[in-house]
């Protein structure tokens, strides 16, 4: 560990310390890459641009870090003066630190150990001497305040500019700052930047220019006979920044890919001072001026003016000579823009080169250009064509994240409509994700929602974008109609709804194999693609406001909602919790009740099962058991009953998974919590 200063200054580590921890082993980044839009919390805005730069490359350091204090109107320490300069200069990656030699100052042991290199490196360069003790010696006075001609003069000798100034201490010193750029020639009277030679230095002035000094050009020759000076060496900024149009931002993987150098990639800092910049969305399309710090990881981002972009339809992919290289996009209209020759291509997250043929005529793209050629393009195509959501398991969130308008994530059970074979698919916070063509988040879907979805990766697949769609008609089929037309032939299904209006529901090629006459007169919750077409149907959940006994399965916390997960009849359904009704532990069963919006209206345990009965007769087609109990028979529409597997004791069993009707038989002995109304069946081994 460093050792603060004991004016709790902008200085925690000295140069040595932080060589040594970044010589350590690489640990493995835990978070994603924050933005953060100034350096310390107590600057104010007129002095923030030199704190952010001069804070992000390492130079200050606050009292706790980015975000914390600074107390930029405090003075400087000497101690704190020589720190600085020694991480000026080891930024430059040519920088040779100098032998370690004796001080020869006779107050050497009163400088801390945190400055003690510092102070030595820059004694053995020749930038500080000293000052008369009085008695023949010298002192280095680590405590005292700095000056501002001191300061100038040691960062001209640093930056190599200090030859052959003429004019006396300390106007020479002073007009060769202003010469070289050390000092801003428009800074005028009363300006906080205003240096006083002889007057002691700020911290917010020992940043201004300490920025000053990190772009400096270096090694100044002053012209003669009225020519301008020249500079030997590039500034120690040189080497660290950039101006680059971003076309990729990876958060979790702290990179971000540049259009130039075919595709080049910068490493993120886990903190990036990046004023105006909430998420990648404000730099990816943008030229950025970047700023790495002395790990080689870019710590300062500065967007600039937005390039222009291009979307639509994607009509083909245009290809050089030798089909190796995508030469321009054509769109649908007819505008063709040319691509540079790095340009990057991407189908959903997949890079060039892939197949074109594969490209649906539906595929969307996105063109990021430069001088009017495309630099980055992204198709994105539907690759899960009408998938239904089968179950939803969603990362329970910290309030806090809520409250900041983080993203859940999890994952979805997909099934292509009434297909066999379940789909794992990833969402992330990076997913774009809309619900009935308004966006959305994972905790706004629900189980038997249609949707459409551009993936990438293996099992499970990352979901890029997601479009869902809650269309549903609940009701009784009253006829199943075969008919042709051009296309062949396709399903119509006559429906009863809950309403007693009928309506005819065209089927999906999607699930047209699951449709005959059979289905007439079942009740039955009908799922409608983008286009009206049934792509999915199954069992009714509970109607609006009537109680249904269910088993609990999870509860979760994300989105700003407490989401509670039940299991009906072999299905998933969430439901908003709402605050003030208890959830029951996970495994039991509830008596549950909710509205037409999905958010519980009542939330209780049922009866235990204190009655048991015998099977005499399951009719499939009707949905109806029938039991005995005592010499009498009575029947159950099992569309409002619940069925599941049970072990242990009538009062206390321990229910297992839902069950079909099919799978009962004559003889066999259940247990239900009410003979004549029961809301629920139980099947013991």
Known sequence: MGVLTRRGGCLVLGLAVLAVAFAAPAMALAQDTVFRGRSFSDVPRNQASYFDVVAAVGLLRGDGGLGGTCRPSEPVTRAELAVMTQRLLALDPEFAPPE?????????????????????????????????????????????????????????????????????????????????????????????????????????????????????????????????????RPSIAGSLTGTSLFIEVDLAGHTVTLADGGGRTLRLAEMVVAPGVAGKDNLIGYRVFWLENGQGAVAYLQPYGREEAVTGTLAELRLNNDGKRVAAIALDGGRVVTCAPGVIVELNGQRWPFDPGIILPTAQVSLVTSQGQAVYVTIFQENLPEAVVKALSIVPQDPADAAAGVRPTGRIIARISMGEG????????????????????????????????????????????????????????????????????????????????????????????????????????????????????????????????????????????????????????????????????????????????????????????????????????????????????????????????????????????????????????????????????????
């Open 422 to 685: 379940d789909i794992p698919l990833l969402v992330t916070a990076e997913t774009a994700l809309y619900l009935d063509g308004k966006p959305a988040d994972l905790a706004d879907l629900r189980e038997r929602d249609v949707f459409y979805a551009a993936t990438e990766g293996s099992v499970p697949n990352k979901v890029l974008r997601l479009y869902a769609y809650r269309n549903r008609v609940t009701g009784t089929i009253e006829d199943v109609v075969r008919q042709y037309d051009l296309a062949g032939l396709y399903w119509i299904l006559k429906v009863r709804d809950l309403s007693g209006t009928e309506v005819s529901l065209p089927v999906s090629q999607y699930c047209e194999d699951r449709v005959s006459t059979a289905l007439r007169g079942q009740k039955l919750t009908f799922c409608l693609n983008r286009l009206g077409e049934v792509t999915f149907f199954g069992p009714p959940a509970p109607a609006p406001l009537e109680p249904r006994v269910v088993k609990v399965l999870r509860e979760t916390a994300a989105g700003g909602h407490h989401l509670l997960t039940v299991d009906w009849q072999g299905s998933e359904l969430t439901y908003k919790l709402p605050l003030e009704l208890a959830p029951l532990p996970v495994g039991a069963l509830a008596r549950m009740a909710a509205g037409a919006d999905g958010t519980i209206t009542s939330l209780q345990a049922p009866s235990p099962a204190r009655f048991d009965a015998t099977v005499v007769y399951v009719d499939l087609v009707a949905n109806r058991l029938t039991l005995t109990r005592d010499g009498i028979n009575w029947k159950l529409d099992m569309t409002t009953v619940a069925l599941y597997a049970a072990t242990g004791t009538d009062e206390k069993a321990i229910v297992g998974s839902a069950l079909p009707l099919s799978a009962l038989q004559f003889g066999q002995l259940v247990w239900l919590d009410e003979p004549a109304a029961p809301g629920y069946v139980l099947l013991v081994p």
């Open 100 to 232: 370690a030699t004796a001080l020869p100052f006779s107050d050497a042991s009163t400088i801390p150990d945190w400055a003690a290199s510092a102070v030595a490196a820059c004694h053995a360069l020749g930038l500080i001497s000293g000052e008369p003790d009085g008695a023949g010696g010298l002192d280095f006075n680590p405590w005292d305040t700095v000056s501002g001609a001191e300061a100038v003069a040691i960062f001209l000798r640093a930056l190599g500019n200090e030859s052959n100034i003429t004019g006396g201490w300390p106007s020479g010193f002073i007009f060769r700052a202003y010469e070289t750029g050390l000092l801003s020639s428009d800074v005028g009277s009363g300006d906080w930047r205003m240096l006083g030679p002889l007057t002691p230095l700020t911290r917010a002035q020992v940043a201004y220019v300490l920025h000053n000094a990190f772009f400096c050009s270096r090694g100044y020759r002053a012209g003669i006979g009225g020519r301008e000076g020249t500079f030997a």
